[in-house]
């Protein structure tokens, strides 16, 4: 009896199961998760809550569709995204800040700082400033 597709399957499995927690390797892909957890939202609205530059969030959010995670719909221009295996990133999320407190906390303090960069450059009227 040949067991060759069983293997494949499982090897695609895992290959998928690879894929997931590699995208859970950056801490704006973990705080953008953590944020759709709440419910499904617009790219726009994600950006103002993930202050980071439109382009940088989209690649960001592709990363998390390529890993399954996370599917996208269009409605006119906007594109809304949504969980597509909420309980998964649920548990993967509970994993991480029951195991490694220190990767949520890591990724909820660069938000902070681009939030606060963010907030520095509108007051100087778009012109860069240093950090304090």
Do not use: F, W
Request: glycine share 4%; aromatic share 2%; net charge positive.
């Amino acid at each position: 009896m040949d067991k060759t597709p069983r293997k494949q399957h499982a090897s695609s499995d895992m290959e998928e199961n690879a894929q997931r927690l590699k995208a859970l390797a950056h801490p704006v892909r973990i705080e953008i998760l953590r944020y759709l957890l709440e419910g499904p939202s617009c790219a726009t609205l994600t950006n103002q809550a993930i202050p980071v530059s439109q382009p940088n969030l989209s690649q960001h959010l592709r990363a998390l569709r390529e890993a399954g995670l996370l599917r996208c719909c269009k409605a006119g221009a906007r594109r809304c995204y949504y969980l597509s295996r909420p309980s998964l990133v649920k548990s993967l999320l509970g994993t991480l800040e029951e195991k490694h407190p220190e990767i949520i906390k890591e990724a909820s303090e660069l938000i902070k700082e681009v939030k606060a960069r963010r907030a520095r450059l509108e007051d100087s009227g778009g012109k860069a400033q240093p950090p304090i």
